[in-house]
């Protein structure tokens, strides 16, 4: 079974500019579940999608979003970056969401310059 | 609100030693808990995980005791080799924070030969 699939794994970008990340679960997952990386504030929960609906979500300005299809894949865009965006991206996925265990992918590692 | 506080480390041993990496929780509700590892630039991997007081989560060696008397939930191991070289996540979910995972900060592990 593939894992959790994220594309791309690198990006840079500008102040300022917008980006958008992708996350393919594994298979028959319908929770898909970001979090950010950084050194200094750890791992943060940014939001989570079950079955195309927002669940929950962190304590992160508006210029984070997110969207989850119908084939349960996500994405999150960020407007307006800034410097502090730089970060790892990490996108996880479950079966139901809940307690279920989350299954990580390998992360976009996002540098904004 | 919840909460996770793990020793940050970092933590080095020598092969075959005995590893204790601390963890103690504050949580208003009921969690699970969980031990993450991440391995240089992979995201996490669940390692094992409990959801009641007094459960004991095993897995490849390692493992971790739901002490609900002492709020903590101490991953150890026996004998360590140099594969287990990584990052060690505790974290904690539960119904107050929609199942969000709580994370530590996580404690850097370096098994020399």
């Known amino acids: ?37 950084t050194p200094g504030q750890g791992l943060q929960f ?54 279920s265990p989350l299954h990580f992918g390998n992360g976009t590692r996002l540098t904004v310059t | 609100g919840d909460s996770v506080t793990q020793m940050e480390g970092p933590v080095t041993l020598s092969e075959e030693a005995f590893l204790t990496i601390n963890c103690t929780y504050t949580a208003t509700g009921y969690p699970s808990l969980f031990w993450y590892v991440q391995y240089p630039g992979e995201g996490l991997q669940l390692l094992l995980k409990a959801t009641k007081a007094d459960d004991k989560g095993s897995n490849k060696g ?19 080799q140099v594969s287990d070289s990584a990052v060690y996540f505790c974290a904690l979910s539960d119904l107050d924070s929609g199942y969000a995972l709580n994370f530590g900060k996580g404690t850097s592990l370096l098994v020399t030969p």
């Open chain 1, 46 to 99: 940014l939001f989570e999608y079950f079955s195309e609906t927002q669940r929950n979500k962190g304590n992160f300005p508006g210029r984070f979003s997110g969207r989850q299809f119908s084939n349960s894949r996500s994405e999150m865009n960020v407007s307006t970056l800034e410097l502090g965006d730089s970060a790892l991206y990490l996108c996880a996925s479950s079966q139901g969401g809940g307690a």
């Open chain 1, 1 to 37: 079974k593939a894992g959790v699939t994220q594309t791309p794994r690198y990006l840079i970008k500008t102040r300022g500019q917008q980006v958008t990340l992708s996350c393919s679960p594994i298979s028959g997952h319908r929770s898909v579940s970001w979090y950010q990386q």
């Open chain 2, 62 to 80: 390692f493992e971790a005791t739901y002490r609900k008397e002492t709020t903590s939930f101490h991953l150890e191991k026996g004998s360590v």
